[in-house]
């Protein structure tokens, strides 16, 4: 078959990997210069699977008002009305309940386990593929007897997935992590998940895309898809801007893989999907003693920030903001970043060279994405991979390959469709 996939980012890359492994005659597309330049360029780089979660929970909207309300809150939300925003967070807040929360939270927990060992496959088979790839766990930081609690309950859910886990004490963290000796933060303890790895999902891209297409998928950067075209109930190709022209390009089948720009390519045949952004910032911090800086991915739970080490860098990000898709690299963010990272880890790090970015979180109300079939024949969705999408990617490329395959998914998929929003595929 035809197969075109638009996009480029984790989810684009990973599917397309999986198609090809079909035999498929695979083109990806994108609007920038290369791959993984959109969200999957400087995410904190978390593959951790433990941690996969609805960010609706019980709680959640007070926490998140209280956050908002702080000086230096770790979340924001723009109040100018937008019926998209207003929308998604009516769909959100509905998807707080405890009930909703246990089934979202099992749902994203089937995909990210089973995406891990997709991930492990996928790098048994493509010689070299070098992406600052480290599986020495992740520490959970914790600061609050609040968020003590809430680690021990979490371990509940961990067991029931048969992810191994430590509860442990400042010093006994410190020991398994020395790098953390050094910073007066004051966390009292940690969760400790070794089996959690971290990499570079920019440069994975890279790598796996230049990996397929040595062996004949065709890539096109600079290409924006614009409008989906249908005739009948299937679709029959896409329109693109390429150099400034209008061109038509023809598929026997498509795979939106857009981040956040899914919604509105399927806005053109008159499908909705509610994935909203969510804008996080990261910084990049060159290390320059590797000695002080961590061996393993460290999640400060009290700023909600994530810390990994990719090779010789630190990569930190965290921070929420309801503000459409605006991608204004705000300096006051950055430097929040800059000010928690020293206070964790105040050796070992070129702060004056670090490189600030900002990305949007693809986010669906309830939290897992939403993959395959569409009711128009021929069109694939891979799409709202929200703040999990490294983690998630290698198994949702290989559950939409499946579909457009006609291979039985390896999981259940009850709960990561477009059906969970009324939308049915075709018959
Ligand atoms: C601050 C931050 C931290 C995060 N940390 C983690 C983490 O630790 N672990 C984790 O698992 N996830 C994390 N995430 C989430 C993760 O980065 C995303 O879920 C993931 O990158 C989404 O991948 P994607 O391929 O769907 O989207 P993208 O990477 O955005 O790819 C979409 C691609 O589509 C292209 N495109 C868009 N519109 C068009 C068009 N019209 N025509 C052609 N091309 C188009 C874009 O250029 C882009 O390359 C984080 C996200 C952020 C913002």
Partial sequence: MRVLVLGAGVAGVSVAYHLWRDGHEVTVLDREAGPGQGSSFGNAGGLCPGFAGPWAAPGMPGKVLRMALQRHAPVRFSVRPDVERLLWVAKWLDQCKAARFRINKARM????????????????????????????????LLETDQELELAHLASRTLDSFQVPWRMMGRDEAVALEPSLQAGDSTWKGALYLPGDASGDSSRFCTGLADYIASHGVSFHYGVSATRLVQAGGRLTGIEVTNAGQRERWEADACIVALGCQASALLSTVGLRIPVYPLKGYSITIPITDAEAAPRMAIMDEHNKIMLTRLGDRLRVAGMAELVGYDLTLHPDRTALLSKLTRRLLPRGLDFSAASPWAGLRPMTPDGPPILGATPLKGLYLNAGHGSNGWTQACGTGRLVADAVSGRPPAIDMDGLTAERFGMKAWA
């Fill in 109 to 140: 927990q089937r995909v990210a386990h089973y995406s891990m060992r997709c991930m492990q496959e996928l790098i048994d088979h493509v010689p070299g593929l070098s992406f600052d790839y480290h599986s020495s766990g992740t520490l959970q």
